[in-house]
């Protein structure tokens, strides 16, 4: 099975900070790696898929880059709506997996 | 507008069984694989299982791999999973999520308890 880890586990950022969170994976990938986003309570929400592709409705403060093993979200200016989880997630090989998450909470 | 609802959770015993139901909307269900996921409480996500879009793919996780199946009716609209031999850490909300994973339901949540 592909193992995917995230980096850091979780951070403290401030509003108005760049932020970026990096998911590298056991094994190449090519680009099949997605990003959601985990409010508590609530389902995950999409970001990007396809390592850099912005899903519909999703602001262009997020972004993603990446190819192979190295992955990386960014999240240019941070706002209050965006203290969250997030996930990678690789969908190239059965069984897809998970990262463990990365928690972005308030400084 | 896409809609997935899950339903069927609840209490399970140890040992037993219970069906998950995927209830979609807002797009043609028909042409779409599926996925069902899953979170322990105060854990992250955990992927479970696929289906094809026909039914004829499927495709689990080692830790459900023979106790649970993925169906599906396009007639219905409708995703399932049979839960079978239930243990205390299938204790989850369960997701359901389209192929690309770009729309999920608000989940279901399942706890295995005597």
């Known amino acids: 099975d592909i193992q995917l880890t995230q980096s850091p586990s979780s951070l403290s950022a401030s509003v108005g900070d760049r932020v970026t969170i990096t998911c590298r994976a056991s094994q190449g990938i090519s680009n099949s790696l997605a990003w959601l986003q985990q409010k508590p309570g609530k389902a995950p929400k999409s970001l990007i898929f396809g390592s850099s592709r912005l899903q519909s409705g999703v602001p262009s403060k997020f972004s993603g880059s990446g190819s192979g093993t190295d992955f990386t979200l960014t999240i240019s200016s941070l706002q209050p709506e965006d203290f969250a989880t997030y996930y990678c997630?690789?969908?190239?090989?059965?069984?897809?997996?998970f990262g463990p998450g990365t928690t972005v909470g308030i400084k | 507008e896409v809609q997935l609802v899950e339903s069927g959770g609840g209490l399970g015993q140890p040992g037993g069984s219970l069906r998950l139901s995927c209830a979609a909307s807002g797009f043609i269900f028909s042409k779409y694989s599926m996925n069902w996921a899953r979170q322990a409480p105060g854990k992250g996500l955990e992927w479970i299982s696929y289906i094809s879009s026909s039914g004829a793919t499927k495709y689990y996780a080692d830790s459900v791999k023979g106790r649970f199946t993925v169906s599906r009716d396009n007639a219905k609209n409708s995703l399932y999973l049979q839960m079978d031999s239930l243990r205390a850490v299938d204790t989850a909300i369960y997701f359901c999520?389209?192929?690309?994973?770009?729309?999920w339901g608000q989940g279901t949540l399942v706890t295995v308890s005597s």
């Open positions: 999520a389209n192929s690309g994973f770009d729309f």
């Open positions: 997630l690789q969908y190239n090989t059965y069984p897809f997996t």
